[in-house]
């Protein structure tokens, strides 16, 4: 018994959904660190920012958005969006696993931007598979003419 194509494009939405909510909580994360510890330094040691943390939350980040971009990819193929999905991607990765290699400043740049391109890139899949009248009923999109 297979997962019918309304179901997958229900599925498709939820999972935009969760990835632009994933790589918000990132950014959230990225910008309220140096707030907190400006403001309350004895609360370092109970803030979740070492390397650890970071390397999660760009898995989940990665896994989350390929469940989201490569269904949503094989039905719309705009490849720019491709390009947004490949940029912010690899700013969160690249800062993840930098580890101390580069200034903080440098690191929060990098992962806001990153998070902010995935966050547009989630909701710019998502519109597309709003805009599309066949997504629900078959896996050619009507928007884009493609298979």
């Known amino acids: 018994m297979g997962i019918s194509t309304a179901s997958m494009a229900q599925l498709r939405r939820h999972t935009d959904h969760a990835g632009a909510m994933a790589s918000g909580i990132c950014l959230v994360h990225c910008l309220m660190t140096p707030v907190v510890i400006s403001l309350f330094p004895g609360a370092l040691p109970y803030l979740p920012g070492d390397l650890r943390v970071h390397r999660l939350l760009a898995a989940i980040i990665l896994l989350i958005g ?42 929060l740049v990098l992962s806001v931007s990153g998070s ?32």
């Not at 490849?79 to 696993?97: D, E, M, S």
């Open 66 to 107: 390929a469940a989201a971009f490569i269904p949503g990819y094989r039905i719309h193929r705009r490849k720019a969006l491709l390009g947004l999905i490949a940029i912010g991607l690899l700013l969160i990765l690249c800062v993840a696993w930098a580890g101390n290699a580069m200034s903080p400043s440098v690191e």
């Open 116 to 147: 902010l391109i995935l966050v547009a890139a989630h909701l710019l899949n998502r519109s597309f598979c709003l805009r599309c009248t066949a997504c629900e009923e078959t896996d050619v999109c009507q928007t884009t003419r493609m298979h």
